[in-house]
T-cell receptor, first 113, second 116 residues
Framework: GESVGLHLPTLSVQEGDNSIINCAYS??????FIWYKQESGKGPQFIID?????DKRQGQRVTVLLNKTVKHLSLQIAATQPGDSAVYFC????????????FGEGTQLTVNP | ETGVTQTPRHLVMGMTNKKSLKCEQH?????MYWYKQSAKKPLELMFV???????ENNSVPSRFSPECPNSSHLFLHLHTLQPEDSALYLC????FGRGQGGREQYFGPGTRLTVT
């Protein structure tokens, strides 16, 4: 079946450094790719999404890059802060799957002071 | 209260018990979802309701029974569960539940369920 997966289950960075979280996907028919953040004891929180016909989208301190050639998605966090410590999930959605979000397994980002 | 709320936050139940999880959203959304989150596994979609109508049942065992009386409330009725059903159960809502309208979902904090 279709899937999204992350390259690394954990990532540790120093405060102030940039973080890059990667994700691979298999569904060529995906319409959108989405990043969610889940802090301890909370539900996932929408961060940013990118339409499949784009290759880059920027938000506040975050940038998502999409490489459809190699089916790779990344989330870049600039000047990582302790509050960015969380599990990050990539997800995809396609018109054919209706409202079904397909989530990856998650990367635990730890920001060291 | 704002956002998506879930009660109870923690639940311990025996395999012969019957219990219900409650979710309420205060966002004016039209779609609501139940997810199961187990350790080391991706979030698993269980059920989708769009304008109070169930639009998806992701092959969930019948011991889980959803109910959506209106667009703001969602319940998950539990009976004769198994220990492997222990997990975090998350409720979410989105403005729309069709096509790409479900890509921005708002999640509640979840109910941590332990089946003994």
């Amino acid at each position: 079946g279709e899937s999204v997966g992350l390259h690394l289950p954990t990532l540790s960075v120093q405060e102030g450094d940039n973080s890059i979280i990667n994700c691979a996907y298999s569904n060529s028919a995906s319409d959108y790719f989405i990043w969610y953040k889940q802090e301890s004891g909370k539900g996932p929180q929408f961060i940013i999404d990118i339409r499949s016909n784009m290759d880059k989208r920027q938000g506040q301190r975050v940038t998502v890059l999409l490489n459809k050639t190699v089916k790779h998605l990344s989330l870049q966090i600039a000047a990582t802060q302790p509050g960015d410590s969380a599990v990050y999930f990539c997800a995809e959605i396609s018109e054919t799957s209706g409202s079904r979000l397909t989530f990856g397994e998650g990367t635990q980002l730890t920001v060291n002071p | 209260e704002t956002g998506v709320t879930q009660t109870p936050r923690h639940l311990v139940m025996g395999m012969t018990n019957k219990k219900s999880l409650k979710c309420e959203q205060h966002l004016g959304h039209n779609a609501m979802y139940w997810y199961k989150q187990s350790a080391k596994k991706p979030l698993e979609l269980m059920f989708v309701y769009n304008f109070k109508e169930q639009t998806e049942n992701n092959s969930v065992p019948s011991r889980f029974s959803p109910e959506c009386p209106n667009s703001s409330h969602l319940f998950l009725h539990l009976h004769t569960l198994q220990p492997e059903d222990s997990a975090l159960y998350l409720c979410a809502s989105s403005r729309f539940g069709r096509g790409q309208g479900g890509r921005e979902q708002y999640f509640g904090p979840g109910t941590r369920l332990t089946v003994t």
